[in-house]
């Protein structure tokens, strides 16, 4: 199969997670459309190693894979402080800032 | 697998960063094995030598010819070693060493059950209020992990300008973003506020931080390698070898063009430039004060530093694409910035938006795309990091009984009440407006001279025309501390330990000094303005 077709799926994918990060009002949904995105990434980077034949894409996908693992800790971390504090995880209650 | 090499690192070239990352894992054990009330000491101690040492192996790796003639790219190809990168590291180990000071500044606050407190929540993680907080308030804990965090942060902003490939381009990017997140939710006081703040620069940073890795990916596909300069190499047309797969996609110049767009928009993110800027005032207002100051002036430098290496060195090829947006976002940082400080009253927000017209300032050096704009841009940031700090580091002194006063109209007559305080604070504002015998005066003639002579007059002329406008409300802040009457409920002025006086007198004198005899510091710059290829 032609590897370019994974190429294309990535965009979607990627798409459609920035697509939910600029829509959805949940706080936890925002986060899991950002690893959707992190996600695409991978996939493209995998397809490109493997279109190139060297193993740099792979390489990078893992520590992509790990960085992914770490931001879930910090973020899910702050986004139940803040569950806590509020009884909410909504983007749009977190207003205190307004102008 | 027999012919599996051991990786050649060159230790001594890595120091600084090594040594960083060393002291903070050992804040760590700290945190894990010592007793309460042992850590904050150890602490302190662990990430004020660990900082001075990390700015003594720089100094001694630029005194030994790194910065010039013996440049080199360390480390298999991953990090690079040279003047802009060691310019851009001491600043950030100095700004870190002084930044420990702020966090560890123990008399602002009033003394809780017996025990001397910092500016940091006592138990992040519990409700606010709530009877977990109740308890460790009582107790008299504090978090002593905000140094291990701080030392981390910093550890990321030294690999940030100097990374030499894409891979730790990124690994950098979240090393130094993940720890600031954290940081930002811990302010003792108003932790509503802070937790809003570390939510909406975690989203935003996040997101942010996907578009760069998705552009990594991108150029990746397009160059088949993440090295900087062989990425260059196949922009330019001449790549070393044309195997089969680059052959295919070395022609895709969509993949080129989305790839770069994307990765410069998750830098200009990080520098905070319009149209990027959205997260810089909510955070800036909310993340506790120090945590403010370190991250208003280490994350600019870092990020500078790794824009101007993509630019230069990954990108020169496609500099008549990127040169016309850069504009564009130069003078929206500059102008925007300005006109929405106008209308600001609080001072942590009013130094905000002051921070995003001077990322316009400071990309405007940038896009002159000559080895003095490099320069001028290394110097600006060495001088406004100093200014930025102090000026939060005064932030932190104006107290009433709700702690920090940060709105503008409780600033009013405190010339009259504390002269001294007043005429430091007046002259960090000097400085950002750039007013002659400071150090922003010196640093902004540098980067629109820079300009100017790339033949950007354009720049240069909306440049000046937006300090005019910054230069209106800094006055105006200044007028309102020494002109107007004080309030009778006004804040008082805290005195506080040598920590903050050392961070504020330091960066009295740094912007005094490079504002009155600055060419020492821009010959500095100007000998390390070349970057390795």
Request: net charge neutral; with cysteine.
């Amino acid at each position: 199969m032609n590897p370019e077709n994974y190429l294309y799926l990535s965009a979607l994918l990627f798409t459609l997670g920035a697509c939910g990060v600029l829509l959805r009002r949940n706080a936890i949904v925002v986060f899991m459309c950002v690893e959707l995105m992190l996600n695409a990434a991978n996939l493209a980077l995998v397809t490109f190693s493997r279109m190139h034949g060297n193993l740099d894409g792979q390489i990078l996908a893992f520590f992509v894979m790990v960085v992914a693992a770490a931001e879930v800790v910090v973020g899910l971390a702050i986004i139940v402080t803040v569950y806590r504090s509020r009884h909410s995880a909504s983007v749009d209650d977190a207003s205190l800032m307004k102008l | 697998m027999n012919d599996l090499q051991a990786p050649d690192i060159e230790w001594v070239a890595l120091s600084p960063s090594l040594i960083v990352f060393g002291a903070a894992i050992l804040g760590v054990l700290i945190e894990a094995f010592l007793p309460r009330k042992q850590r904050y000491y150890a602490e302190v101690a662990v990430s004020t030598l660990a900082l001075a040492g990390a700015f003594a192996a720089v100094v001694g790796l630029a005194a030994g010819g790194h910065a010039s003639g013996e440049a080199q790219v360390a480390g298999m190809g991953a990090l690079a070693v040279d003047g802009p990168a060691l310019f851009l590291q001491g600043v950030i180990t100095l700004v870190g060493l002084v930044s420990v000071f702020l966090f560890a500044e123990r008399r602002l606050e009033p003394a809780l059950h017996g025990a001397s407190v910092d500016s940091f929540a006592a138990a992040p993680a519990a409700v606010p209020g709530g009877p977990a907080e109740k308890e460790a308030v009582r107790a008299g804990w504090t978090t002593t992990e905000i140094f291990p965090l701080l030392l981390f942060a910093v550890g990321g902003m030294l690999l940030f300008p100097a990374a030499n490939d894409l891979l730790v381009l990124f690994i950098a990017l979240e090393v130094l973003s993940l720890p600031l997140y954290l940081l930002c939710a811990m302010a003792r006081r108003r932790r509503l506020l802070s937790q809003e703040a570390a939510v909406k620069y975690f989203l935003l940073g996040a997101f942010a931080s996907a578009f760069l890795l998705f552009g990594v990916a991108l150029l990746y596909g397009y160059a088949g390698t993440v090295s900087y300069s062989g990425i260059a190499e196949v922009v330019s047309g001449e790549p070393g070898a044309i195997e089969p797969g680059l052959a295919g996609t070395m022609g895709n110049d969509a993949l080129l063009l989305i790839g770069g767009a994307m990765l410069v928009m998750g830098l200009l993110f990080k520098v905070g430039a319009v149209p990027f800027h959205m997260w810089t005032p909510d955070v800036y207002q909310g993340a506790p004060t120090p945590v403010t100051g370190f991250m208003a002036a280490a994350t600019k430098v870092a990020a500078f530093g790794a824009l101007l290496r993509l630019l230069y060195v990954v990108l020169p090829g496609l500099r008549w694409d990127w040169e016309p947006v850069l504009w564009g976002v130069t003078i929206a940082s500059m102008v925007g910035g300005a006109i929405v400080a106008i209308t600001q009253t609080d001072v942590k927000r009013l130094l905000a938006y002051s921070s995003i017209a001077h990322a316009g300032f400071i990309l405007a050096g940038v896009v002159a795309v000559t080895e003095d704009g490099v320069s001028s841009v290394l110097f600006y940031l060495g001088a406004y990091s100093f200014v930025t700090l102090g000026a939060f580091a005064v932030v932190t002194l104006v107290r009433d009984s709700g702690g920090e006063a940060t709105h503008l109209s409780k600033w009013a007559g405190l010339g009259r009440r504390s002269p001294l305080l007043a005429s430091v604070f007046a002259l960090f504002l000097l400085a950002f407006a750039g007013i002659p015998l400071t150090s922003g005066f010196a640093g902004k003639f540098a980067v629109f001279r820079a300009a100017a002579d790339a033949g950007a007059m354009g720049l240069v002329v909306v440049g000046v025309l937006a300090s005019a406008i910054a230069a209106f409300f800094y006055i105006r802040v200044i007028v309102l501390m020494f002109f107007s009457e004080p309030k009778a409920d006004g804040p008082s002025v805290v005195i506080p330990s040598p920590f903050t006086s050392t961070v504020v007198g330091l960066a009295a004198v740094v912007t005094v000094v490079l504002g009155v005899a600055p060419q020492y510091f821009l010959d500095l710059a100007g000998q390390a303005g070349v970057f390795v290829h």
